[in-house]
């Protein structure tokens, strides 16, 4: 690469992650409670965050193709779910499927690193955390979303705890990195989706819309990261 194109390139660099944050702090402050923008702008902005974090994927190199198709499907995947859960009632059930839709994405995407369940330690520590998670809300889930929340956190600790199982089995390789990267993207996804369950089931959380989103976001972009660098 030139010196004249590199630098377009180093800007990008800078500008997405800029932009990114930008999008994210609008859609927090547009969705808070009580909202400190406009909430209208929640419906440019929240989805404009993931499309942001779309193109940082799309951006990254391809080292590992397979992996790459199935984390990129799993970022459409978030898209279509934070575009239902705009409407908090009406689209929870399509937020969910689109959800657990992602999840099972990025299990398969991890699995093209390492082999389901190659560490075993990862699946019994977000096996045990999702588990106090659902007994802390059971009683306050309705009937009707209680199949449907138990395979969502299923399927959920089961994302994490691949993430994790590719890092320690990557320990001391040329992808240990890339790997950290997904273990800590699938850490922040189950912090996040804890808070929003509790919000929605237990009880109102202060400042909630903060939380889940401030944790949601860099989640996305670290499984994101996995993909390697950016191109150039």
Not at 84 to 106: I, K, M, N, R
Not at 121 to 147: C, E, H, K, N, Y
């Amino acid at each position: 690469m030139t010196a004249s194109a590199a630098k377009p390139a180093s800007r990008m660099g800078v500008a997405l992650p800029l932009l990114t944050l930008l999008s994210a702090a609008v859609a927090i402050l547009a969705l808070s409670q009580p909202p400190e923008l406009p909430p209208a702008l929640a419906f440019v902005f929240k989805p404009l965050t993931t499309v942001l974090i779309l193109l940082y994927a799309w951006g990254r190199s391809a080292q590992q193709p397979r992996l790459a198709r199935w984390l990129r499907a799993g970022l459409l995947c978030s898209l279509a779910g934070d575009v239902a859960l705009l409407w908090p009632e009406q689209g929870f059930l399509p937020g969910l499927v689109s959800f657990l839709a992602a999840h099972v994405c990025y299990i398969v995407g991890f699995c093209t690193r390492k082999r389901l369940g190659a560490v075993r330690w990862p699946f019994l520590m977000f096996g045990l955390i999702a588990a106090m998670v659902l007994g802390r809300l059971w009683s306050s889930i309705p009937a009707a979303l209680q199949v449907p929340v138990v395979v969502y956190v299923v399927c959920l600790a089961t994302m994490a705890a691949q993430a994790w199982a590719w890092w320690r089995g990557s320990v001391g390789q040329s992808d240990e990195p890339l790997a950290r990267w997904a273990a800590w993207g699938g850490t922040l996804f189950v912090l996040s989706d804890a808070m929003l369950a509790i919000n929605k089931f237990a009880g109102p959380l202060d400042m909630a819309s903060f939380w889940v989103l401030a944790s949601y976001w860099p989640a996305q972009w670290c499984i994101a990261s996995s993909l390697g660098r950016a191109r150039a």
